[in-house]
């Protein structure tokens, strides 16, 4: 029963693994949407998103048959909330992935603007980021946990210059209001991608430690 | 042992209820404190604001605990699985609202521009949002889900209307800029806030009818 048990842990393990693994998947697309015009690319970012809800829907259907099977306790039963929870952030993770393309597309007819704030930046960011996150869940690693929080203090940094640098746009020139208003959200989007990572590192640690605060 | 189950879902579920019910009286010491300067309210909103998260944590434990004792399945397993879902969702609305008061704490020196905004419809639907999910949740009433979820549909058209409003006061006057762009921000956190109440409405739907579309 408990080789069964870790055998199926493991499993939603990987799952929730493959599932962030999609999302890393989907930056890299949205950066080149966004800061290189390939609106063309849209549909591929699309359709990554939806093997992200149906990664989701399978996971937490598994989540749910392992509590009801095996009755697991303490780190065990934790490590399935963990992924339970983990599963909304990842799923919210890939939808502003998705705005954040959608934004780019639209401001490919205007791309001015952009090449003068650091979303670059943010999103390599937290691309090395989800990565970090993968480790860490993957290894049960404190450590990285951490790490990663730490991480989305950077992003929370890039996030308020770029903010800072486009009301700077907007009092030069009011015609710059509309797209960095739009730029606004797609660094606002970014962020929040950063934070849904902090959640699940949050949770990483309180699996392996359970203690909720450092 | 099916008596035992039913009480102790019943009690998570009361928690939760009174935990959304908590951010729901959050809300309108918001309002105050954006609407009418009553900055000294703050502390209030705070003091809620850390009610939440203990509740949170203490229910969090009391759902795993029933996993762990009762081994539900089926319905009363979704159940489980929305509540424990559902608190992080809680959570957030309770630190969004705190957002909202803090920068309204901000505005209160420049009180004009947001006379204009209907933030105060707004925060009015919320409130009733948050009376009807928590009716939806008591009474697992897939009809008032499914309002809820409608009424968040409201609640993103004054959104829209508020940012379009607030692009126009930018335009005009360049240095209504920042006060706008903090307006948006209390917008934005409003907006958030409902989305958050339509994520738990749809689980509900789930849970009652284990189908996750209409």
Redesign the interface.
């Known amino acids: 029963m408990r080789e069964a048990l870790e055998s199926d842990l493991r499993a939603v393990l990987n799952g929730a693994l493959n599932m962030l693994g999609t999302v890393e998947r989907m930056l890299p697309v949205a950066a080149d949407i966004l800061l290189h015009e390939r609106t063309e690319r849209l549909e591929e970012i699309r359709a990554l998103d939806r093997e992200v809800d149906a990664q989701e ?1 399978q996971i ?1 259907a598994e ?2 048959r392992i ?2 099977i095996h ?3 303490a780190r065990d ?2 490590m399935v ?1 963990l992924i ?2 983990s599963l ?1 952030d990842i799923e919210r993770m890939g939808d502003y992935t998705v705005h954040v393309a959608k934004d780019g597309a639209e401001l490919a007819q205007a791309p001015a603007l952009k090449r003068y704030v650091n979303l670059a930046r943010m999103l390599e960011r937290l691309g090395e980021m989800s990565h970090n996150l993968r480790t860490a869940l993957a290894d049960r690693d404190v450590t990285r946990a951490e790490a990663t929080i730490g991480m989305d203090d950077e992003v929370d940094d890039l996030y308020e210059q770029i ?1 800072r640098e486009l ?1 700077t746009y ?2 030069e020139d ?1 015609r710059n ?2 797209k960095a ?1 739009m730029l606004m959200r797609v660094g ?1 989007s970014l962020e929040r991608v950063g934070d849904h990572m902090e ?1 699940i590192a949050e949770r990483v640690r309180y699996w392996v430690t359970g203690q ?1 605060e450092a």
């Open positions: 829907a937490e989540c749910l509590i009801a009755q697991p306790v039963l934790r909330a339970l929870k909304s903010q009301v907007m009092l009011p209001i509309s208003l606002r959640n909720r």
